[in-house]
Every structure is written in C-alpha cells, then in structure tokens.
C-alpha cells in the first residue's frame, strides 16, 4: 500500500519540474513510511511512497521494464499476481524481481490497456509508456484504492490523495459548490467530482488514458444481473466457499497480518474464515467507548476472539482523544465524508501499528452485496406490490406495514409517514429520498438564499437518480445494490483508506473481491432478503460457522458517542468557536442564526442534529485545511 503522484506536461514546452514532484511525495508520507522513489524524464515525473507489504527487498518503484521502454507507480495488492506471473511466464515473459508491481508491467505489455481485466485485487497504478509518449491510469474494479486527476490545459496532475495537487504552482483550491450540497444531502458526494472544484476522481473500473494532449477514460468493469435461481442449500455452500477463497488470497504478506474485528457479522465472519488458515496468533482489534452499552460493541467482538482464540486487542478512546484528532482527520480525508463513525478507524489501525500490524482485514461491503440496509427491503417490497397486487385495501395495509418497518429502523415515524407521499413517485427519486439525511424543511432553514440559488433545489436527488437509472436491469433490489455500491460503498472506502493510511496501515476488504461481488449481484432477489429479513443468505451461511449470538444481532450500525460528548465544556467551546466564527459565517453558505440553534439544541443535550453538525464541522474545518492554509 502506497502513495503515489505524478506530473505529465502537455504543452510540450517545458520539463517536469522535480521539486514540485518530490513535494508532491511528502505530502503523502503517511501513505509510503517505507521509503521514496522517483522518475523524471522530459515531460513526464512519477512519484512514489512506499509502504513494503510484499517482497520487501526488490519491490521498489518507480520500476523500468527491461527493455527500459515502459515505467510504473503502483498502490495496490494484486492478490492473483503469483498465478498470473506464472501464466506469462509460460507465454515467454522473463522476470526480475518477485514483486506484483513487475506482474503489472509485464501484463501490461502481454494485454496493453486491458490488463486491469485479469487482476484480482486492489489497486490504483500508472504506467508511462516511452515509445508513445502515452500515460494509463487504472484503478481497481470497486474503488477500494483512490486516483484523482486535474489538468488546466498545460499541465496533467494525478495521486492517491487531492492535497498533493496542492503542491503544484498552477493549482488553486475553489470550492465545488455542487458536492457540498450533496454531501451535506447524502453524507457523500456522487460520480467523478470532489469538494475541490476541476479535480475529479477516476471512477471504480475504470481506465484513463492521457495522449496527444487528450484525456479518455474508459471504464473496463461493470456489476452485472444475469440473475441465476440456484437454491438455498446450494447457494449457502458457493457463498461459504467464496468467502473462505477471498479470505485466503488476502492472507498473503510478507509483514505481520491482522483484522479488525466490530463484533457483527461481517468481520466476525472474516475473522472465522482467516482462522482456517492463519498462523496461531492472528491479532484482531477491535474499538469501544466509554459511554455505555448502546455505543460499545466490545462483549460481540470478545465472544469471537474466544471462540476463535485470536490474540484480541481493544481501544477505548476518550473523547478529548477525538477532539484533539479532528482537524487532523479533516486534513487526512482530503474533502468531508462519513459521519461520527469515519474517525474510530485510525484509532484501531493506530492501535495494530503499536502491536507491529502493517496490514488489517476490514469488512467493508456486507450490507451492499447482500441486502443489508432496510431502505433497499422497503424498495423491494414497494415493487413487489406495485407489481404483484391490484387490491387498494391490501396495498394499502402492506404500505402501511411498510411505512413503519422502515419508521422503526430508521429515521423516525416521520420518514414513515412521509413514504405514504413518495409511493406515487418513481423508485430512483423515492430510493434516493430514502437516503437523504437531510429534510427539505431544515435544508430550507439551513441554507442561506444566494447558497440555495447557486445549488437548485433538487440537484443532487437528481444526480442520485442518474446513478440509480444507469444500472441496467429492472429489479429494484438490484438497483438499489447497485448504487449502493457507486455511491454509499465508495464513500465508506473512501474513509476506510484515509484513515488506516493515516496511521500506515492497509485495510484489505476481503468482501469485496470481484468474484464474490459479482456472484452475489447474479442471485435471485428472493436469496437476498428472506421477507422483512436484512443479509438473509449471509447470515443463513455464518450460522454454520458463528456463534448464536453474533448470528442472530439485529442490524444496529456503527456508532459514536458524539452526541454525548457535545454536552461536555470542551467540546462545546470547540462547536461554538469553529460553526459560529465569523469566518464560517462570512462563507455565507447557511444561516448563522438556525446554526446557532441546532449547535446550542445539541450542546443543551437534547441529543437532536448531531449529524448535521458534525457535518458542518466537517464542511468547515476542510475550508480552514484547504482554503485557508
């Protein structure tokens, strides 16, 4: 896992200029601790940071081909490199080093731009070829290693993480107005573009290709529904065998090897499949808080540890500990994403760098693939209805029942009465109402006029819409997977990568390797959810293997105390001083006086509105890093 930059002039008047280039690097230090490479030649500088995972003595970057006509910068694991060396070996290829990163280059001279199609793994690369004067960037199929680009016509920037761009004389910090009225609507931001305007990201499954002063991207992978019908039985069998492969492949390393380990049933069941094949002393860690038993996971997570008798390690951070960590999270996370949750992440990849743990099997992607977010069962049953029953009596109890499964677990009876007004609308426009956080009525009183008319009033429910509608197949459960994973997966990967690399720690997601994504997108949608029932097939196959206890936990998500810690002195003074400064209110973005009330009603303990102050925290603290230096 690594950092990695680059620069490629366009105008074809001047040289890449390596200062530039080896700041660029160091602001990226926390991604490669293990050393520094760079290459500059004409044009085009590429820069690297390492942090060593596999074959520690000759896997250094950036690396030259041997006929010295191709050169690559990589951040990534290729899981598949041994079988797919092999398989070019056999072709004639000969090799220099045991590294994955050469497995790219010579795949990439095998294959040409299709390579990426025969990794599996996670990865974002870059590869200059010399004879074409020709650059490719590549990131991996579900976005799990993040590439983002800008160029202002003379010049072509790429890395791992936005700040680097900074570096570069040209490059000027512009807000992006569009994706802060997404992130504050969704929590996340949609498609290519970021919170800094002009830079975008390169999609998941996609390949950039920069020649001839032209930029093309193509994207090389989709999730498809060739929906198969297997049976249950049989179905619980292939996914246990799935999970166990994915876990396995991702156990390779040359450094020490953990998991993180939340005590629900995804990890838990990493956790069980790693122990089928991990050395006696497989680490797992695990956080908690000291706020009492509705934020503190710990007893699940201590019931696998002994079941699995895994050398298990837990933090309980304080909250002066997160307070002290904030403005450093904000810088660390590029542009606002994630809500309280996003933090946790580095004090337990903290805590496993202690322990002498460079690399942690995450989670991440359980809810996604396997129906584990109820708005996607209420939009599977609103369907179902819509297409199942002409009877306006019975429709309206099974509405009815609707509204208030998806009351209960969520946002309140509000959101379920509001759902009785959305059936007429269509899936994609109710499905991303269903995601929205925050209500018309308080983006009414949240925004200022001139910030309202600069957005529109529906821009980002639209862009939703367009992601939602792009999935080709007419199964609303499908396509409410779908743009779970384009939109609400991408961001939590987007947290799960800035936050262990804050702490120099690789966060593999053994969930989301693309064999199990797309063996999970084929299933019928009656083996994704049983009735009412979230993560049905999964939890049906961890039963097999997980105690009873962790099988049958209902959903509860990710929680922090922050609602609690806002009534304490010190966290108060800091939400006072930082969303009613007169520089939060000269952005002239929200109202001063409703930001008042919602940060006075939270600190006055009625536990309302933490999410969106949290988010407007975020939304300023990242003018302050970014803006305002």
């Not at 009876?413 to 929205?436: K, S």
Request: net charge neutral; glycine share 8%; with cysteine.
């Amino acid at each position: 896992m690594c950092g990695i930059a680059g620069i490629l002039r366009l105008d074809g008047q001047a040289n890449t200029d390596p200062v530039v280039l080896k700041r660029m690097a160091d602001v990226m230090q926390h991604r490669g601790p293990d050393g520094e490479g760079f290459f500059v030649e004409g044009e085009i500088g590429l820069a690297h940071r390492r942090l060593s995972i596999i074959d520690l003595a000759t896997g250094d970057q950036p690396m030259t081909s041997a006929d010295g006509a191709r050169v690559i910068i990589y951040n990534g694991e290729i899981y598949n490199y041994r079988e797919i060396r092999a398989q070019l070996q056999s072709q004639g290829c000969r090799f220099c080093t045991q590294s994955d990163t050469e497995v790219i280059l010579q795949a990439y001279a095998q294959y040409g731009d299709r390579c990426a199609d025969h990794f599996n793994g996670i990865f974002a690369f870059a590869i200059w070829d010399k004879r074409q004067h020709r650059l490719l960037l590549a990131r991996d199929r579900l976005g799990v290693k993040p590439l983002y680009y800008w160029s202002d016509g003379q010049s072509f920037l790429f890395a791992s993480e936005i700040k680097a761009f900074l570096e570069f004389p040209g490059f000027r910090v512009k807000t992006n107005l569009a994706a802060l009225d997404e992130y504050l609507t969704f929590v996340y931001t949609l498609g290519e573009h970021t919170f800094f305007d002009g830079v975008k990201r390169l999609l998941p499954g996609h390949t950039l290709i920069v020649a001839d002063g032209r930029v093309l991207t193509n994207q090389y992978w989709d999730l498809s529904f060739e929906t198969r019908h297997a049976d249950e039985p049989h179905a619980i069998e292939e996914l246990e065998t799935l999970l166990e492969d994915s876990v396995r492949m991702e156990l390779v390393s040359d450094v020490p090897l953990g998991s993180f380990l939340s005590g629900g049933l995804d990890t838990s069941s990493i956790v069980a499949m790693a122990m089928r094949h991990a050395s006696p002393g497989f680490k797992t860690f695990s956080v908690g808080f000291a706020e009492g038993a509705r934020f503190d996971e710990l007893p699940y997570a201590q019931i696998v540890a002994s079941k699995f008798e895994t050398d298990h390690h837990q933090i309980v951070p304080a909250a002066r500990e997160f307070l002290e960590f904030f403005p450093r999270a904000v810088w660390h996370l590029d542009e606002p994403a994630g809500g309280p949750p996003a933090i946790p992440t580095f004090f337990v990849c903290r805590l496993a760098r202690e322990q002498g743990v460079k690399v942690l099997l995450s989670g991440e992607g359980g809810d996604e693939l396997f129906a584990g977010y109820p708005r996607a069962v209420v939009l599977h049953h609103q369907q179902l209805l819509a297409d199942g029953d002409s009877n306006l009596a019975r429709r309206w109890r099974a509405a009815r029942t609707l509204a208030g499964f998806y009351a209960r677990r969520t946002l309140g009876w509000r959101a379920g009465l509001a759902l009785f007004t959305m059936l007429a609308q269509p899936a994609p426009r109710r499905y991303a109402q269903m995601q929205r956080v925050l209500e018309p009525r308080v983006r009414a009183r949240l925004y200022s006029a001139d910030f309202r008319q600069q957005v529109g009033d529906a821009r980002a429910l639209e862009n939703f819409a367009v992601t939602f509608d792009s999935c080709p197949d007419a199964c609303d459960l499908n396509r409410a997977m779908y743009v779970d994973v384009k939109t609400y997966l991408a961001a939590l990967l987007h947290v799960a990568d800035r936050m262990s690399m804050a702490a120099s720690v690789e966060s593999r997601v053994p969930l989301l390797d693309h064999r199990l994504v797309q063996w999970a997108a084929a299933l019928a949608p009656a083996l994704k959810t049983d009735g009412f029932a979230t993560k049905a097939l999964l939890r049906q196959t961890a039963a097999r293997f997980l105690p009873v206890e962790i099988v049958n936990r209902p959903k509860v998500g990710f929680q922090t105390p922050f609602e609690v810690w806002a009534r304490q002195p010190e966290w108060y003074e800091f939400l006072r001083d930082t969303l009613l400064s007169a520089s939060a209110a000269q952005r002239g973005y929200f109202n001063p006086n409703y930001v008042r009330r919602i940060v006075d009603d939270l600190c006055g303990g009625s536990g309302r509105g933490a999410s969106l102050v949290w988010q407007l925290l975020n939304i300023e603290l990242w003018h302050r890093a970014f803006l305002n230096g």
